[in-house]
DNA sequence: TATTGTTATACTCTATAACTATA
DNA sequence: TATAGTTATAGAGTATAACAATA
């Protein structure tokens, strides 16, 4: 049927040169909006799902070098929001949990910035709009991930 | 018709939980990709297409600071990929644009992080989720900024 | 007074390099 | 040697506060 493609891959440029524009404002905006530093919040949310990990698998999961993550979880350990412990199977590795008051701080800022979200979504989209987002949010979680096996 | 309503809801806040650690991790890694500040390049990227503007309006678009403005375009200047020229009919204006060395710099940095993208795109979706998500990239836009008159 | 912009300073976040400890 | 992690240091990016210049 005529020349869809040359459409298609116009639309697929231009997605991709004004995804990043548009997804750095958006992190500006999120970051603003929480009470708590991102690379907390994140590293808190995991630990939530997973029980406890150690620094080599945060980073990996957060895209981060472990040096970078060393300095997180340090900081976290300092707030008194995680517990590191070293694994007796291993004493190499420190397995890092969520403490009692990180899971507090964890569900205010989860409820402040999704909520803030959530408000954008309403008041900025329409419905078939949002379900379109929605359905859209796991493909760039993927693409954050780099694929399901990475 | 049962209760669509409630599954509709768990999808946006699915998204709206999700969405900030997808397109965290996202910026976070196409800032390793760029060979120039992520910054940089998204003011040069405006002013290519406006022509020059004042640090408000940069500001305004970025949302960030002007204090801030301030700098990035200072740096920008430095390199020699702006030129700032005051205003004559308000003195109080700097009028930013960009420098043929900005425009060289931006069409190469544009170049390689959309082309980093678009290989993560072609590697990790198939072609009717890149077609959702080019269609979702408006969306995210418009929540970045805040709609369409803010 | 209001607007536009700068300077000074500090914090968050992440990187690279060099190191220690354990396997 | 390889793996897990730390420490030291630096740079990007952005914020707040206080200031100067122009309207």
Wanted: proline share 5%.
């Amino acid at each position: 049927m005529g020349t869809p493609k040359t459409e298609f891959r116009i639309d697929i440029e231009a997605c991709a040169k004004q995804l990043p524009t548009s997804i750095a404002i958006l992190v500006r905006r999120m970051r603003l909006e929480g009470d708590v530093p991102a690379s907390f919040a994140s590293v808190l949310g995991r630990l939530e799902i997973v029980g406890s990990m150690t620094a080599t698998e945060l980073s990996e999961l957060e895209h981060v070098r472990h040096q970078s993550i060393t300095q997180t979880v340090k900081a976290l350990e300092a707030k008194g929001w995680v517990q590191i412990t070293v694994n007796p199977d291993d004493r190499r590795q420190r397995l890092v949990s969520l403490a009692p008051a990180g899971r507090d701080i964890l569900t205010d800022q989860r409820r402040r910035r999704s909520e803030w979200l959530m408000v954008q979504m309403d008041t900025l989209l329409t419905e078939q709009e949002r379900t379109l987002l929605a359905a859209a949010t796991p493909l760039l979680e993927r693409l954050a991930m780099g694929g399901p096996a990475d």
